[in-house]
């Protein structure tokens, strides 16, 4: 029986029915452990009429989730054409859609229930985002429950809640009243101040308690685990030697795991367990605890050695699943394998394991999996320990984590590689090292990694990594606005790339070719990037294409090209937020809020801006368009915290040692400082300006060089480079207004 919970239960009942009528929705359901989210949508699917079809999955608390956990779980009810596609482990662009289109069509109303979303993986996060964006024009509702007590600031599903749509409806979960709780005491003969006192109304807890036998007032546990532990001590022994097994297991016991683990002759234990509500059987026949509190305590009171056993055997009882079940339970082995410290077995497990997050995009579970890997990695072959460290730096990266730790797996990859005499694994990993280095704003230690990929590739038959490492040689150049040297190894990419029918090669080095001609404003840039942007789309090349429009949505704006920048902007964040590229999505908005900056909306830049600027887990460069708009706009606008924001985007941009994101935070820096009055901090930052690199600033950079060199009146000569400073610009050095 459930107990003030009638208003939440409500509003899940109308939603449903609001679905039924095409209406769909995303419900998130949060609350802290044991607060009774669980009872309270199984009552709520259990009152829903007939079609309506509740497909039900969590996730669990194993060391590395399993990638789309609660979407293996509803696989078979959801038909044979998604089942087959987890089975093929398909990539979440044929994924995410097959299951979109699964509930158009379904002739039912669909509930998708997706339990315990704070131990979701990064595959099944990005999935909530993808069909929480979706749910309002489908006739299905999505109910996300996590535990508000385990999701931090940042904890990644903040964002992933952060992003649905402002429809979603949030239904917080609240302890029981007092008067809730001296209701139940009542029924149990205990103290109700006391016992609302120890549970702060949370059902769980209370039901705990008054389940021990313990009585009065030195009678009660001081804690819950005090009281489940109570419980236990009064079992019979193998009724305990039942639920220890279990304890070991996140989540549910299948039937089949079961039997291996436990026998037949654990049965009645088992059974009598349930009737004591120590344990749940579920409709399917698996067994587990029903609280995930009431197990962990159980867990808790094991000795490390013989949790140790019961892993090994849990792992080893694996062995017997049906076979269909063999690549959905790699996760789950891996995790009992390294509980049970068994190397062995992590080392064969572990990196299937993460290849198959990698295909459903869950590259921070993929990460994890091939870490546990790496804690073996003296006990193996030096073939596989190089391969590890370099898959393991493939999948943080991909992860968007790139630290001192990427850094030294990559150069750890590098001298075994090396000593195997893999020399094209050596230049494969040295230009992926450049790229984690030229990230950091370690440039000229990029510069010297990819040019030693490049001499140690050229000694080998030519093959792709080589005509990569090329165009990654002309991208470090094309940053650096070294526009001979960019074009000259662009070229030489792309002459390798067509040779060997590298498309992929061609795309990228195109890209860095126009854009280094773009942005100087020579011949041919703009259709070079029309070309890489439409070979990009056609081969599926999203991160590409993505980058494509960015490059040229920032040549746009800069160079005034505000009709082409309109339409850049558009195609480009609508096709990155079709396909779930939020940082990309993410750094274009602040493109868009600076076009609206330079038209004058300075309302909408500072929307556009606050808005993502506001968003939290994104990456300083990422933020940072956004931040030095929203700056520059709240400085103009008088608003205190302006200044303070654009020394901020100062010093994110300095880290990265790009130019062309430095200059511009120096130049709002002169502005404020001139409108405040403050001519010695504009000269500074002229200064600053002035003893960069001119012959790599775009016209337009130059002109606003030299136009605040004249407003602040400065008396030495205009840098030479400011000539070539545009129309607009001229002429208002000119005097002409």
Known sequence: MLIEREEPLDRLIDLARRAAEGHGGTVVLGGEAGIGKTALLQ??????????????????????????????????????RMAALLDQTAAPERLFPALLNTLQEAVETTVLVFEDAHWADNATLDLMKYLGRRMPVLPALLVLSYRSDEVGPDHPLRQVLGDLPATAVRVAMQPLSPEAVAAL?????????????????????????????????HGIPASIRDAIWSRLSRLAPDEREALETVSIVPGAIEPWLARALLGARADAAVDRCIARGMLLRDDHGAIGFRHELARLATLDQISPAVQQ???????????????????ALLPRQVHHAAAADDGGRVLALAPQ????????????????????????AGEAPRMVAAQLHEDWANEAG?????DDTVIEARQNAIALWRELGRMDKVGLNLRALARLLWSRGEVRQAGDCVDEAVRELERLPPGPELAMAYSVRSQ?????????DAVKWGWRAMALADRLGDVETRVHALNNVATALLFVARPGGLEMMEESLALALRHGFREHAARAYMNLAEYAVTFKDFALAERVLAEGIAYQTRHDLDSWTHYQLGWQARLRLEQGRFREAESIAGGVVGLELLAPTIRLPALIVLGRVRMRLGEADGLSLLQQALRHALETGDLHLIAPVRFALVEAAWLAGELD??????????????????????????VWWRRCGLSAPLPPATARAPAPRSAELAGDP
């Open 185 to 217: 005491a009542r029924q149990a003969g205990r103290s109700a101040a006391e016992l609302h006192r120890i549970t702060a109304g949370n059902p769980f807890f209370v039901t705990e308690l008054l389940a021990s036998q313990d009585s009065g007032a």
């Open 681 to 706: 901090t504009a000269h500074e930052e002229l200064a600053a300006v002035a003893a960069m690199d001119l012959d790599s600033f775009d016209p337009w950079a130059l002109g606003e060089l030299a």
């Open 398 to 402: 991909l992860a968007l984590r790139i």
């Open 353 to 376: 394991a993460a290849a198959q997050a990698s295909r459903l995009g869950a590259h921070h579970q993929a990460a994890a999996h091939l870490a546990t890997a790496l804690r073996y």
């Open 476 to 484: 470090l150049h094309m940053q650096q606005s070294h526009v001979d």
């Open 309 to 327: 056993s019961l892993h090994a055997r849990v792992e080893a009882a694996m062995a017997y699943a049906p076979t269909a079940l063999a690549g």
């Open 43 to 80: 009552e709520f699917t259990r009152r829903l009429g007939p079609g309506t079809r509740v497909l039900w999955g969590g996730s669990e608390a194993l060391f590395t989730p399993r990638a789309l956990g609660p979407l293996q779980d509803m696989a078979h009810a959801l038909g044979p």
